[in-house]
């Protein structure tokens, strides 16, 4: 075992994680019957919003939360939530928050099995675009990611005056899940200043963006600059924009459109800045129906040029640190992990090594206690004359056993056979397996402990597998927990900086790894695995071995080592001539007139299954909802969409 697993460190580049499935919340739902946007464009280049959206909601619901992104625009202002009688909300029945990249709305509500309706009111500052030969609103009237259908949407743009030759400018909308080319012709002209959009059935995780485009002078261009940055005459992306001494989330290259279209032109203060890399500020005027373009030379300071030399003779060095780790932990495996050598040839071995339990058998084999070591003490207690097992009849087809003590006084038992004996038991004569289920789990780490202890006691090991895992394990885990923060967190701010850390996440891979074979057996615990290879040889393979010695008090006695060495189908074959009736331990729910081993076995593994999911099962924490949502950004469309989500 010890050999396959130091085999597949050398190709193993990453470690599976563990993920916690959420629970599964109250029967509710909801979708969204119908959304529709009324835009009205104006003349100064800003436009407003009035989205009427029903809600059909099954099950109860507390609470609605939306959130319009900024994406592409100056800003979003007045954001108003009216109700479907036109009423306008206020806190407490809405909380509206204006970040500086979106606006989020929650509605507190009391909605079960019914339809809602709230309108949702807005005004878009610098949404848009300003071309040679015409202008255009790029819109998502519905973003893509929400897990809800929209039955009907539809969505007007309305112009500050008629347009003579609009139907010769084109129209379209785009439909399906982010990145999406795919184009409808939904929309008609009502009139020469009225356009209407239309979808039906967009189902989860479509979206719905709208391109409104009308000829130049219908509105004013309210001023545009493009802010730039180059390095050696290269472009340079990514720098960050100042704005009067104050950090925007903008980054170059960028285009911005005056704040206030009541104004002709205004002035600001732009600085872009990069990591180890110099610019000054300048000083920059937007006019109305202007477009320039301002590009800020970036000179790299010599420490950073200095550093980057640095980092890249540190990238050499980490990257072969993983190779000096393997090597130092193979080493240290050699030395205080890999077990002593065992003897040539395995051979069979008519009887388990020395006065060894078939669960400390497969502690041992395996250097850690399972379930499937566990739940064959029963079988093991049943054989030695300390209970009887019973099939229950249930009305279901799911089976249910029941263990019933005998007056057989229990006596002979390790620790862990006494804790797993009382443990089901108690005070009690009988006990059904279905009753053990969310309460025996609490027994269960005691029961193991007591294993590791009993294979320590006994000299298998010098000291507890469990106990070496968790002294090995410890180190590897936060290096590579730390080194995967610090990968995910710098690489964005210095690509150079944060790939350093990668290395140290094989590091921490390889030490998991190796902590998982270093419990080291002592000479007694390898003579004793090789002594239980081969006694699973015999078990396996009996037919060829001493057949005079196939009774069935032998099929018995092993029976309980068979199962933990997951051959008890393969020991059962050897016995179908030789064992004929049922033994007095296990009582059927559907006594066979003429016994057959193969249908005993089969039970035997049932009554191990009920076992394994009685004693491991516990309690199930309640909880979850559901939720759905939708952003802005589709197809690489303008602003808002925004998000969405009920509960």
């Known amino acids: ?191 020469n200043r009225t356009i209407g959009f239309w979808g039906q059935s967009i189902e989860a995780y479509e979206g719905f963006t709208i391109v409104a485009s009308w000829p130049k002078k219908i509105i004013e261009d309210p001023g545009t600059i493009r802010i730039e940055a180059t390095v050696d005459s290269k472009s340079f992306e990514g720098a960050k924009i100042i704005i009067d001494g104050e950090e925007t989330a903008y980054t170059t290259p960028y285009a911005f459109q005056i704040g206030d279209p009541s104004n002709i032109e205004e002035t600001y203060n732009f600085l872009v800045q990069k990591f180890g890399y110099e610019t000054e500020a300048q000083e920059i005027t937007i ?61 069979a071995q008519y009887e388990p090594y020395k006065d060894i339990r078939p669960s400390e058998m497969g502690a041992m084999m395996d250097e850690r206690v399972q379930l499937k070591d566990i739940t064959p003490m029963i079988v093991d207690f049943a054989v030695r004359g300390f209970l009887i097992i019973k099939e229950v009849k249930r ?7 029941k263990l019933v003590r005998t007056n057989k006084c229990p006596s002979g038992f390790s620790e862990c056979e006494r804790l797993m004996f009382d443990g089901l038991f108690g005070s009690k004569q009988e006990v059904k397996l279905s009753s053990l289920k969310n309460k025996f789990y609490k027994k269960i780490p005691d029961i193991t402990d007591s294993l590791y202890q009993a294979i320590v006691k006994k000299g298998y090991y010098q000291e507890s597998p469990k106990d070496v895992r968790k002294r090995y394990i410890a180190l590897p885990i936060v290096i590579f927990g730390v080194a995967v923060i610090l990968t995910v967190f710098l690489t964005p701010i210095s690509p150079q900086v944060g790939l350093l850390f990668p290395p140290f996440i094989f590091i921490g891979i390889i030490g998991i790894m190796f902590s998982i074979i270093m419990p080291k057996a002592t000479v007694i615990g390898a003579e004793a695995k090789w002594w239980t290879k081969g006694f699973k040889l015999y078990l396996s393979k009996a037919e060829r071995f001493r057949l005079e010695r196939m009774t069935p008090e032998t099929f018995e006695k092993y029976l309980p080592y068979a199962i933990v060495l997951g051959v008890e189908k393969k020991w059962a074959s050897r016995f179908k001539d030789i064992y004929k009736e049922q033994p007095q331990w296990y009582q059927s729910a559907t006594p066979m007139r003429t016994f057959a081993l193969a249908s005993f076995t089969r039970q035997l593994s049932s009554f191990n299954t009920n076992m394994g999911g009685s004693i491991s099962s516990s309690p199930k924490s309640a909880g979850g909802s559901s939720t759905s949502g939708f952003s802005g950004g589709f197809s690489g469309g303008g602003g808002g969409g925004g998000s969405v989500s009920a509960g």
């Open 1 to 191: 075992m010890k050999k396959t697993i130091l085999k597949s460190l050398i190709f193993i580049s990453a470690v599976g994680l563990f993920f916690l499935w959420p629970s599964i919340g109250q029967a509710k739902s909801w979708e969204i019957t119908s959304w529709d946007s009324q835009i009205r464009v104006k003349e100064d280049g800003s436009f407003s919003v009035r989205e009427t959206r029903t809600f059909d909601f099954e099950g109860s619901f507390s609470w609605v939360e939306t959130e319009v992104y900024k994406d592409r625009v100056d800003d979003i202002v007045d954001f108003k939530v009216y109700d479907e009688l036109n009423q306008e909300l206020f806190s407490p029945d809405v909380v509206i928050t204006d970040g500086y990249s979106s606006v989020h709305a929650l509605l507190n509500i009391s909605a079960t099995d019914e339809q809602k309706t709230w309108i949702f009111e807005y005004k878009v500052l610098g949404g848009i675009g300003f071309f040679e030969e015409h202008d255009e609103l790029y819109w998502n009237v519905l973003a893509q990611d929400r897990d809800v259908r929209v039955d009907l949407v539809t969505a007007t743009v309305y112009l500050p005056r008629e347009v003579r030759n609009l139907s010769e400018y084109a129209q379209t909308i785009y439909l399906g899940p982010s990145g999406s080319t795919e184009q409808s012709d939904n929309y008609e002209f009502t009139n």
């Open 287 to 347: 006019r109305k129906g202007e477009t320039s373009v301002y590009v800020f030379n970036m000179i790299e300071t010599w420490w950073h040029k200095a550093w980057a030399i640095i980092l890249g003779v540190l990238s050499v060095v980490v990257w072969l640190l993983p190779f000096f780790a393997f090597y130092k932990y193979y080493h240290r495996w050699k030395i205080y992990g890999q077990d002593p050598k065992q003897r040539g040839t395995v051979v």
């Open 395 to 401: 009305a279901i087809r799911k089976k249910d056993f």
